[in-house]
């Protein structure tokens, strides 16, 4: 077990200690782990308190909801165990007035407990209390009857709905009939790709196989309603809300929230991912999202996985969920944007492409395209190899950002080879727009010095191909500072460039000059093996990339090849 933490029992206190500081407008109670709001008024002028809680481990809940127009108390127990009936009588007393509290619980057997006894010792000391349990989890619809379902993310909707209805003055009466309806109508489901780590425990609670899911779990590192193969992002969410659609909760023509939650582990890349893929599945069911939101809003520690929340609301909802609130996990307003695309005017100065019957291919501009394709191919069947080579001293994109440059040269129209220059100009453009990271400056910035170069020979030879080559090499090495023995891509470049040059000054063939600077270019590759990389991130890790070639180098050696074939066969 790696986790973050210091002792395991400490873990909690530590952990509010933390979240407190980081919330002006909240306190922490000296012997109790629970957070409330500071400055409250007199306990005679106070509103009605919203207090929720539960166990630890799903954070940011249920602390970080707390603040002005949502949560006025959050109680904490241990990881995903009840707090004490106890403590959260300390927390109604702590934030509760003469208008009482309303208690919004999440359905599981030791919050209803605990929760349930610590607001009959308060209405006992004369404080009135409505207790408002969350039952949303339409993964059990077939399971269990609807008030033995578990709460799960779509308590924070609850939470948000009933903190301003307080915060408006609602009395309890009103302020509990809003959270249950709220809680009445949202809907959710969960679906997990792994299991999560209890510190106290130190081990996962189940094991998935390498292609297995959980779908339909709760929040506490169970196992779902059942197990299955992982699907892609938009079967999942399109499975999750064919779920809650049968629930029943929310019908065509409804307007609707949606919360797209994390469960701890979840990248807010792959949450935009399913925010996307949810709006747009509920627009075909007939259901208009209004409100949205996506994050880690109840986690189950560091489980990767998801849930979505679904409720519909009224014309009454929607101002409860604008109103403002200082929680520091609340993420705002959740409007949506109603125009995604925008396309960009085309500058007045850029050149119109030629129709394709004024265009002549020329022989050379068809050798071109035909070595680009040898080298595109070569590239792409080499995705995996370069991937491998890359997350050994980086993030492992060089594999995948190849491809791409590869699949653009292959998508470069015949009309482009109208001349060397032009299509290697094309190419640069492609690869400019279709690689990402450093890869695609360093190329495009090669194929336009070499098209530049090549630009007035209407005729080039060998030689001319030969310099514009070395041309090329030196662009890449201007561009990024490398020269050879830094252990980048120029340790296959400039060896390849100059054997070329070389060996057609000493009058061997183009066919024999090509051969011998792809396994020049193939020499320089391996001698990046016992280099200690000066540039790049590779150099971030030092002598760690000793004994692996360099990535960019074998990418560079495994083109230089395919195109020494493609010459070869044409020869």
């Given at each position: 077990?790696?986790?973050?933490?210091?002792?395991?029992?400490?873990?909690?206190?530590?952990?509010?200690?933390?979240?407190?500081?980081?919330?002006?407008?909240?306190?922490?109670?000296?012997?109790?782990?629970?957070?409330?709001?500071?400055?409250?008024?007199?306990?005679?002028?106070?509103?009605?308190?919203?207090?929720?809680?539960?166990?630890?481990?799903?954070?940011?809940?249920?602390?970080?909801?707390?603040?002005r127009?949502?949560?006025?108390?959050?109680?904490?127990?241990?990881?995903?165990?009840?707090?004490?009936?106890?403590a959260?009588?300390?927390?109604?007393?702590?934030?509760?007035?003469?208008?009482?509290a309303?208690?919004?619980?999440?359905?599981y057997?030791?919050?209803?407990?605990?929760?349930?006894?610590?607001?009959?010792?308060?209405?006992?000391?004369?404080?009135?209390?409505?207790?408002?349990?969350?039952?949303?989890?339409?993964?059990?619809?077939?399971?269990?009857?609807?008030?033995?379902?578990?709460?799960?993310?779509?308590?924070?909707?609850?939470?948000?709905?009933?903190?301003?209805?307080?915060?408006?003055?609602?009395?309890?009466?009103?302020?509990?009939?809003?959270?249950?309806?709220?809680?009445?109508?949202?809907?959710?489901?969960?679906?997990?790709?792994?299991?999560?780590?209890?510190?106290?425990?130190?081990?996962?609670?189940?094991?998935?196989?390498?292609?297995?899911?959980?779908?339909?779990?709760?929040?506490?590192?169970?196992?779902?309603?059942?197990?299955?193969?992982?699907?892609?992002?938009?079967?999942?969410?399109?499975?999750?809300?064919?779920?809650?659609?049968a629930?029943?909760?929310?019908?065509?023509?409804?307007?609707?929230v949606?919360?797209?939650?994390?469960?701890?582990?979840?990248?807010?890349?792959?949450?935009?991912?399913?925010?996307?893929?949810?709006?747009?599945?509920?627009?075909?069911?007939?259901?208009?999202?209004?409100?949205?939101?996506?994050?880690?809003?109840?986690?189950?520690?560091?489980?990767?996985?998801?849930?979505l929340?679904?409720?519909?609301?009224t014309?009454?909802?929607?101002?409860?969920?604008?109103?403002?609130?200082?929680?520091?996990?609340?993420?705002?307003?959740?409007?949506?944007?109603?125009?995604?695309?925008?396309?960009?005017?085309?500058?007045?100065?850029?050149?119109?492409?030629?129709?394709?019957?004024?265009?002549?291919?020329?022989?050379?501009?068809?050798?071109?395209?035909?070595?680009?394709?040898?080298?595109?191919?070569?590239?792409?069947?080499?995705?995996?190899?370069?991937?491998?080579?890359?997350?050994?001293?980086?993030?492992?994109?060089?594999?995948?950002?190849?491809?791409?440059?590869?699949?653009?040269?292959?998508?470069?129209?015949?009309?482009?080879?109208?001349?060397?220059?032009?299509?290697?100009?094309?190419?640069?453009?492609?690869?400019?727009?279709?690689?990402?990271?450093?890869?695609?400056?360093?190329?495009?910035?090669?194929?336009?010095?070499?098209s530049?170069?090549?630009?007035?020979?209407?005729?080039?030879?060998?030689?001319?191909?030969?310099?514009?080559?070395?041309?090329?090499?030196?662009?890449?090495?201007?561009?990024?500072?490398?020269?050879?023995?830094?252990?980048?891509m120029?340790d296959?470049?400039?060896?390849?460039?100059?054997?070329?040059?070389?060996?057609?000054?000493?009058?061997?063939?183009?066919?024999?000059?090509?051969?011998?600077?792809?396994t020049?270019?193939?020499?320089?590759?391996?001698?990046?093996?016992?280099?200690?990389?000066?540039?790049?991130?590779?150099?971030?890790?030092?002598?760690?990339?000793?004994?692996?070639?360099?990535?960019?180098?074998?990418?560079?050696?495994?083109?230089?090849?395919a195109?020494?074939?493609?010459?070869?066969?044409?020869?």
């Open positions: 077990m790696k986790k973050l933490i210091n002792r395991p029992e400490e873990a909690v206190r530590q952990a509010l200690e933390g979240v407190v500081a980081l919330s002006p407008g909240t306190n922490l109670l000296s012997d109790e782990n629970i957070v409330i709001l500071s400055g409250l008024p007199d306990a005679a002028a106070r509103p009605v308190a919203v207090i929720s809680g539960g166990g630890s481990g799903h954070e940011p809940a249920h602390a970080g909801y707390v603040g127009s949502m949560l006025s108390a959050a109680v904490a127990g241990d990881i995903f165990t009840s707090p004490s009936s106890d959260i009588l300390s927390a109604i007393r702590a934030v509760s007035g003469p208008a009482g309303v208690l919004v619980v999440k359905n057997t030791g919050d209803r407990l605990n929760f349930g006894l610590a607001a009959e010792l308060a209405r006992a000391e004369g404080i009135p209390v409505e207790i408002v349990v969350v039952a949303d989890d339409a993964a059990l619809r077939d399971t269990v009857a609807p008030n033995r379902r578990r709460g799960l993310a779509g308590t924070i909707l609850v939470h948000k709905l009933a903190g301003a209805a307080a915060a408006q003055g609602n009395c309890l009466t009103d302020v509990a009939a809003i959270a249950r309806s709220a809680a009445q109508r949202v809907s959710s489901m969960g679906i997990s790709l792994g299991t999560c780590i209890l510190p106290s425990v130190g081990k996962p609670g189940f094991v998935l196989g390498e292609k297995e899911i959980e779908v339909g779990l709760g929040i506490h590192g169970e196992p779902g309603v059942l197990r299955r193969e992982i699907a892609s992002a938009d079967e999942l969410v399109e499975l999750t809300l064919r779920t809650i659609l629930d029943g909760k929310i019908r065509r023509g409804d307007e609707a949606l919360l797209v939650n994390g469960l701890g582990s979840t990248p807010p890349l792959e949450l935009a991912i399913l925010a996307r893929s949810g709006l747009g599945t509920l627009s075909t069911a007939g259901v208009t999202v209004v409100r949205a939101w996506a994050g880690t809003f109840l986690s189950a520690l560091d489980m990767p996985g998801f849930s929340s679904v409720m519909p609301v014309s009454d909802d929607l101002p409860l969920f604008d109103m403002p609130v200082e929680a520091r996990a609340w993420p705002g307003s959740g409007h949506l944007n109603t125009q995604l695309v925008a396309t960009p005017d085309r500058p007045d100065n850029l050149p119109v492409e030629a129709q394709e019957d004024q265009v002549i291919i020329t022989f050379a501009g068809r050798r071109l395209q035909e070595i680009f394709a040898y080298a595109a191919r070569a590239l792409i069947a080499a995705e995996d190899e370069l991937a491998t080579l890359d997350g050994i001293t980086g993030d492992g994109d060089l594999g995948a950002s190849m491809r791409r440059g590869a699949e653009a040269i292959l998508d470069i129209p015949e009309t482009a080879f109208s001349s060397i220059s032009k299509g290697l100009s094309s190419a640069a453009d492609r690869v400019r727009k279709a690689i990402a990271g450093s890869s695609g400056p360093f190329y495009a910035a090669g194929l336009m010095r070499a530049r170069h090549l630009a007035k020979i209407e005729d080039p030879s060998a030689n001319d191909i030969a310099a514009a080559f070395s041309a090329a090499v030196q662009a890449i090495s201007e561009l990024g500072g490398a020269k050879p023995g830094d252990r980048t120029v296959a470049l400039h060896p390849a460039a100059s054997m070329f040059k070389d060996q057609l000054a000493e009058g061997l063939s183009p066919k024999d000059a090509w051969q011998r600077a792809v020049a270019a193939q020499e320089g590759m391996r001698l990046t093996i016992d280099m200690r990389p000066k540039l790049g991130r590779a150099s971030y890790i030092g002598e760690r990339a000793i004994g692996s070639p360099d990535a960019g180098a074998a990418a560079v050696s495994i083109w230089l090849a195109s020494g074939t493609a010459v070869q066969d044409a020869a």
